[in-house]
Structures are given as C-alpha cells and as structure tokens.
C-alpha cells in the first residue's frame, strides 16, 4: 500500500509539473503580443516594458518554467495582473463555493444516481426502468444551460420559490446543484444499472438467492457492492470535472467560483491566475482519483496494492 | 485492478455569453464638453456647484438597500488599477476627484473650491477645507499630491491619460499645483477623470497592494464587503461633507446572464440593472413598473480605411463607400434603436466634437459619381472595375468587442455589395486583430474599430488614431494616416487653455479627417439603464462608468 502511495505521489507530481509546463507555453503560443493585449489600448511604453519583465517574457521558457515552480513550491503563485492581488487569495475566495457546489452535486448524483440504478435493475425492462431509463437519457441531453435557464424561470421567477441566482444561502444552493448533478444523476444511474444487471447474473447472487435470502438483503448485501466498482470510477471522474469549476453552471447562476474566475482570467489575459487556476485543477483531479483507487480497495477486499 | 475506465463524457462546454465580457475590457470613456465659456482659464473662479437630478414633487424618503446587478465585477476599487466601468460604477460613489464632470459633460467644483493657471506649466487648485476620509483623516494637499503621483506613475493603469502632467507640489495645506509638461490644455478635463480621485493617504500606508481591497475616499458611500465575483456592499457615510445619501446601503450582485439580470429586477430582487439585455429594452419600455433611463454614450464604432493600401488609397473611392452606407437601418435592425448613427468620430460631449454627419449622408447618386470619377465603371454583374480588375477588399472585425461588431460589418459587406463592391469579410480574434491595428499594420482595406475618447479632450483621439507618429507598430494608427496640417492643429489644440478656443482647433481637424474619408464612421452607442420605478431621483451619466448614487432614493 505504502509502494503504490508513493508511485502515486509520484505520477501526480509528474502530471502537475506537466500542466504547469503548458500553462508556460502558452504565452508563447497565443496569437498576438499578450503584453499588449493584457494592456489593452492605453499602455504606455513603460508600461508595455514594465509587464513584459513581470510576466518574464524577456527570459528563456525553460528559465520562466523552473523559477515558477520553485516559487510554487514556497506557495508564492504570483500576482494577478488584472485585480493585483495575490494568486493564491484569489483561488481562495473561489474555491470554497466550488468545493461547496460539487459536494452537493456530486452527492445528489450519488444518492440519486445509486438509488435510480438500483430501482431500474430491479425489473428491469418493467415500466420503472423504462422510466428511470428516459430520464437519464434526458439528463444526459439536456444542455445545462437551457436546464438552468429554465430552472430559473419556473422556481425563480415563475413560482419565486427560490432565489434566481448569486450565493450566501443555502436556498442559492439549490438550483444551481440539482442542475450540475443531472448529467451526473443520469450517467450515474445508467452505470449502476447495468453493473448491477452483470453482478444480478453471477453465480453468488444464485446462491444467496438459493439460500432464501429475501430480494433487498440480495441486491444491497451481495450484488450492489460489488456492482459498485466502475461506478465508483464514474463518480470518482465526475468529482474531479465539478471540482475544475463548472463554468456554465457558475455563470447561468452567478456563482462566484473557479469556473467563473477561470473564463475571467482568460478573458482579461492574466496568466499568472490561470497557470495557479490551472494548478489547482491538476492538482484536485490527482487527488480524486488517488482517493477512487483507494475505494475500489475498500469496495473490494480482493484489490490489494502490493 | 485500477478500474476499467469508461468514456466519460464532458458536458461542461468552456464557452459562455460573449456579452458578458464586452465591457469588461471596453476602456471606459469620460466625457468632455464643447461648452463655451464656462471655465474660462488664467482667472480663479467660483462655478456653480453641481445640481442634483431634477426631483419630482415627492419628498425624498431616507433608508433601504438597492440592489444593483451587473454582468461582472470590479477589476479593483483602487482608481489607479481599475480602468472598466464595472469598477467606475462603484469606485466613484467611495471617491472624489478635483473637480466633476457633471451630467451635462461641464466641470464644477468637487474637492477642489477654485482653480486658477498661473502659469503656462503649472495649476493651482485650492481645496475645500474640513473635509474628512472616511478613515476620519484630513483631506489636505499632501493627500491630492499622493493621489496625482500615483495616478501618473508608470504602476498606474491610466498613466496614458496623463501623459502632460508631470507632478504636483504642496503650495501649503489646502492649495496645491499640478505641473504640466508644457502649456497642456486638457489639464482640467484630466483631474476630473475618477482615475485621479483623491485617496486617503493613510489607508495607502495601511492597506498597501490591497488597497484595491480597502478603498477609502471621501465620497458619500464608503466600503463595507466584497465577495468576489458575488456582491461588493457600500453604505452610507454620515460624515460626509455635503448632501448626504438617502439610501442606507447598495449592494452590487453580480449576475453574468443577461436573461437573469432581467428577471432579477421582474421578480424584485434587483432594483437596477447595468448593461440589460438590448433587445428587451422595447418590453420595459412599455411597462410601467420600470424605468428605462438612457442618453447618448461616448464611443463611436467605425470602419477604418488603410489609407496606404490601392484601391482605397484613392479618396473618391472612399468617400463614394461613405456616401453608399446607409446607417438608418442597421441602427434600427440590428442594434434595435439602441444606439445613434455617428455624427462625428468622436462623440457629442468631447471637447473637439462637430457635427461632421454632411460627409457621409446617404447619396447613392454622389456615391456612383465618385466612382466614375475615379475611373471605374460599373459591369453587367453589377460591380464596379477598373482595368478589368473588379473593385474587391478584404475587412477585418472582431466579433463580441464592440455592440454587434460582427453584424454590423456583415451589414455593410451585404450594402456594398448592392453599390458593387465586393468585400471579403473576416472575422479575427480581437488579440490578432489587436496586434495588427497596434504593431504589424492592417494588412486589409478595412477594419471595425471602436474608440471612446477617455479623458474627453480630443487630443487623445487625435493624437493615438490620427497622428503621424502613431502609425503602426507606434500606435493606433492602423489608417496609416498622415497629414501633417492635422497634427499641427492637434498639437495647437492642445497648448490652449481655453476649451472652447480648444474644441475649435480640435473640430478642424476631424473636419479635415472627415474630408479624407478615412473611416467609415457607423454608430454612437447608448449608455442604457433599467430600474424599477420605485427608484427616485437617478439620473444617469453619458459617460459609462459614472453612476453617482447621491441622490437617488427608494419609494417603498
């Protein structure tokens, strides 16, 4: 166990030093002079000189490359050109409506997802399934902005039961949850379905029916956790795109996280947000999926890490 | 086993509505007036203090919040570090400058009581006296010193709006100059830009990088909370010096959706709403629970000729393409009535601005003139040609820069190819059209510009799109224009104090562009505000970042 922590640890670091690589280099493969653009079309000379310095544009890549992750390392990711603060307080100020936002959605995909799939694989073809079986696939077809928009319009304006957008409370939390986990519901609930349908069919689930073990103690006991394997990937997967911020999500509800600080580093150009932004990301995704390898141990005694 | 990992679909699409950033980046404008005689220079002068909006017969009530939504959040509230007008909205209720560009573009009397030039080089202003940060610290010379510097120093986003002042020196508590570089005319159109408001030495030394963070001024809001990319809250001041607010507080959500900015202020969870969504404009026009507050802005989007470039280096060929375009119905369809055709390449409240509308009225008959002057002669396929060689351009535009950039120029393709001449469209990412307009040069005939004159004294505008040395890779200049007679009256412009001697010399010079035909000049845009109609005593600005609360108060 403790071998493949380690090796891990080390591939992870070895993505993250990766993505930081090309966060790099995209300064040199944007199109146009990204001081200028940064600048906008009031810079002054000095200015234009003065940014360039800053951003390190007069040295070498690989110079720019290595002295930003020493300074990584200190927990120094630089200074955000547009507002001037400091990276790190600005991924600050996101991230928690970020983590709070996909830790609902992923839980509702999980309670619900679960739940569904397991209904569904019941009877299957029977007129549960067929039911759970049309709304995953509406799930996974509606765009989530068009969900959100209506979403809006029927609890926010229609029925004003909900407020239509922005954060502080936990009613702002709705909406923009239950709409970031419908594409995970569905997904979610079509894997459990079939995984379980599989496991319904091995022997040991034969032999504890045989045994006269009721139906639920059958299918929670014995199949559904062992069905749970390539659903816990799903899930594991899905937790670590919520966690790279949703930005259609986060900007149909005006959700102040690192989706929509993302797409405004972008826009305003500023590299040193996005590289630490991006960062973040590779680093979050890392640690899902070390956390999803470590579950399917859980899930199954027989997946040992020598 | 590592897990049999599916496909895994990815419904997060990284797009989002391109309105929501066209202003995030637009650099804000600030008006300037053509109007004579109110500031005469070299004498010291009292003007009449600044009027609060017109008030109905109602009794202002005092108390309640207003909830303002906008597409995007400030930048910073520091004035030096913030030049977009989300950040202008709220920077310029917290601070105060000099002097102000009241709403009918003239300056008043702010912080400053009076003024006086004395000398070709340098300005006195004498301070009002007992006034107070909110931080409870003094307004004093030394304060207005620190602010000029600052706002002029290279770390300042708007140091290019200052280029002819070279410092301030304390004359003694209350009286301080401001040096110029020279005679340097627009010197009081500069200080009353919000960039140069005066800000609170004290809270400099405390807050230092995060200042932007902890603004303090000596406006009638002060700061209270930002949440970013959520709400910013300001409230307000009781120790303020002159009327105070009537509101207890406002609170700046931001909402990037334009349908949902909407719908904020229909369910009532907004009372104002910035940048609304335009083709809803119409709808709440009609309704009478809310107010659709509008005036003429300060941006005036074009079409640029490179003048260097055959065919259009030919001047008949050029103004012939103005007299063909027919602005009426693209202002009316494609931007839905929510702008004013261009009377002049600048906007109406710059000091400089004429109206110059004769040089491209719709004439079509003058237009087909003018071709066949040039030698051209129009074909059975309908386009015109010279030599056998049929009359054909390429256009650059961005697309989501500027209102409707794109549409307007696919607008003006589809006229000129009714007036037969064919124009090979593109549409550029704004970096690459940037860096073309600004350094390699415009490698077309034309391109879609939009350009707001910021410190609102046209030697701005002269001097960055129309001037010799701003040609490419020097400056805007992507025109590639150059006339010597136009950066002589710039430069003279410039030197004169008297604004409107200045906006004189400044109007023969646009006078003289105009004549050259070099832009196709489209639209002046709107600056367009809904409330709802519990909102009292508002008014809004000309220019887009102006968004003075003082006096408005809440009916209900």
């Known amino acids: ?306 | 086993m590592t897990g049999d990992r599916g496909q895994t679909p990815r419904y997060r699409v990284s797009g989002l509505s391109r309105r929501e950033f066209l202003r995030r980046s637009l650099l804000l404008g600030i008006g300037g007036s053509a109007l004579p005689g109110l500031l005469a220079a070299c004498a010291p002068q009292a003007a009449p203090q600044p009027q609060p909006p017109a008030q109905t017969s109602q009794q202002p009530k005092r108390g309640g919040t207003l909830t303002i939504v906008r597409p995007i959040d400030a930048v910073s509230l520091d004035p030096t570090n913030d030049t977009t007008s989300a950040g202008g909205w709220i920077a310029t209720n917290i601070f105060e400058s000099l002097l102000k560009l009241d709403y009918d573009m003239s300056l008043k009397p702010w912080l400053a009581e009076r003024w006086e030039q004395v000398a070709p080089d340098r300005w006195r202003f004498y301070l009002k006296q007992g006034v107070k940060f909110h931080d409870g610290t003094d307004l004093n010379a030394e304060a207005v010193k620190i602010s000029v510097e600052r706002a002029i120093s290279p770390q300042s986003r708007a140091a290019s709006f200052f280029r002819g002042i070279k410092g301030a020196e304390v004359r003694d508590n209350y009286t301080v100059d401001i040096v110029t570089d020279g005679p340097y005319g627009p010197l009081l159109r500069a200080v009353s830009t919000w960039f140069m408001s005066i800000v609170s030495p004290a809270a400099l030394q405390k807050y230092g990088q995060d200042f932007g963070r902890n603004p303090v001024g000596t406006g009638p809001f002060k700061f209270v909370e930002w949440r970013t990319n959520a709400t910013i809250t300001i409230e307000r001041w009781d120790g303020y010096w002159g009327d105070k607010a009537y509101l207890d507080r406002v609170i700046y959500k931001v909402v990037p959706e334009e349908s949902n900015r909407m719908l904020a202020l229909q369910t009532g969870e907004a009372d104002m709403v910035m940048i609304p969504a335009l083709a809803q404009v119409a709808q709440f026009k009609r309704d009478n629970r809310f107010v659709v507050h509008e005036v003429d802005g300060l941006r005036v989007v074009f079409f640029g000729f490179n003048v260097n470039r055959p065919p259009v280096n030919d001047v008949r060929v050029r103004q012939a393409m103005n007299y063909a375009f027919d602005r009426k119905p693209v202002i009316d369809n494609i931007l839905e009535g929510n702008a004013l055709p261009a009377t002049s390449l600048i906007s109406p409240g710059i000091v400089g601005y004429k109206d110059l509308s004769q040089y491209w009225a719709y004439d079509p008959r003058k237009a087909e003139e003018l071709m066949r002057q040039a030698g051209y002669t129009k074909g059975s396929d309908g386009f015109w040609a010279k030599d056998g060689q049929r009359l054909t351009l390429k256009h650059y535009s961005p697309r989501g820069r500027y209102p409707k950039d794109a549409e307007i120029s696919e607008a003006f393709q589809a006229a000129m190819r009714q007036f037969g001449i064919q124009i090979d469209l593109q549409i550029l990412e704004w970096g690459t059209l940037l860096n073309k307009y600004t350094r390699t040069g415009l490698d077309a005939e034309l391109g879609t510009l939009g350009w707001t004159d910021v410190p609102a004294d046209a030697h701005y505008t002269l001097g960055s799109l129309f001037s010799c040395a701003s040609i490419p890779p020097n400056g805007f200049n992507g025109m590639e224009y150059c006339n010597p007679a136009v950066d002589e009256l710039t430069a003279r412009g410039r030197a004169n104090p008297d604004e409107a001697q200045r906006g004189q010399i400044y109007a023969q010079a646009f006078e003289t562009i105009a004549k050259d035909a070099v832009l196709v000049p489209v639209y002046n845009t709107k600056e367009i505000i809904i409330t709802s109609a519990a909102v009292k005593g508002y008014r809004i600005h000309k220019s887009e970042y102006l968004d003075w609360l003082q006096y408005t108060w809440l009916d209900k």
Do not use: C
């Not at chain 1, 001081?35 to 009031?42: D, E, P």
């Not at chain 1, 996974?140 to 409370?169: A, D, E, H, Q």
């Open chain 1, 1 to 306: 166990m403790g071998r493949f922590l380690l090796r891990r640890a080390l591939t992870s670091l070895l993505v993250a030093l990766g993505i930081v690589f090309f966060v790099t280099l995209i300064l040199d493969l944007i199109p146009g002079d990204p001081v200028l653009i940064i600048l906008g079309q009031n810079a002054t000379a000095e200015q234009v000189a003065a940014l360039r310095h800053e951003l390190g544009l007069d040295r070498p890549l690989v110079v720019r490359y290595v002295d930003y992750i020493g300074r990584a390392l200190t927990g120094d990711l630089g200074r955000s050109i547009m507002t001037k603060r400091s990276v790190a307080a600005e991924v600050a100020d996101a991230w928690p409506n970020t983590l709070l936002l996909a830790s609902a959605a992923i839980t509702l995909a999980v309670v619900f997802g679960i739940g569904l799939g397991a209904v569904s694989a019941l009877r299957p073809n029977g007129w549960l399934d067929f039911g759970v079986r049309i709304l995953a696939l509406l799930g996974l077809s509606m765009p989530i902005f068009w969900i959100g928009l209506v979403f809006i319009y029927i609890f926010g304006f229609y029925l004003r039961l909900l407020p239509i957008g922005g954060s502080g409370t936990p009613q702002h939390l709705v909406l923009p949850a239950v709409t970031l986990a419908l594409p995970s519901v569905a997904l979610v609930a079509r894997m459990t379905r079939s995984s379980l349908l599989e496991v319904l069919g091995e022997d040991y689930v034969r032999t504890a029916r045989a045994k006269g073990l009721a139906e639920p103690v059958v299918l929670l006991g014995h199949a559904l956790r062992n069905a749970l394997i390539p659903v816990v990937t799903v899930i594991g997967l899905q937790f670590g795109q919520l966690l790279g911020g949703a930005i259609l999500t986060e900007t149909v509800f005006a959700w102040p996280g690192l989706g929509r600080l993302v797409v405004l580093a972008i826009f305003a150009r500023d590299y040193p947000l996005l590289q630490g932004i991006v960062l973040i990301f590779a680093l979050s995704y890392v640690v899902v999926n070390l956390v999803v390898d470590l579950a399917y141990a859980w899930l199954d005694p027989r997946i040992t890490y020598a």
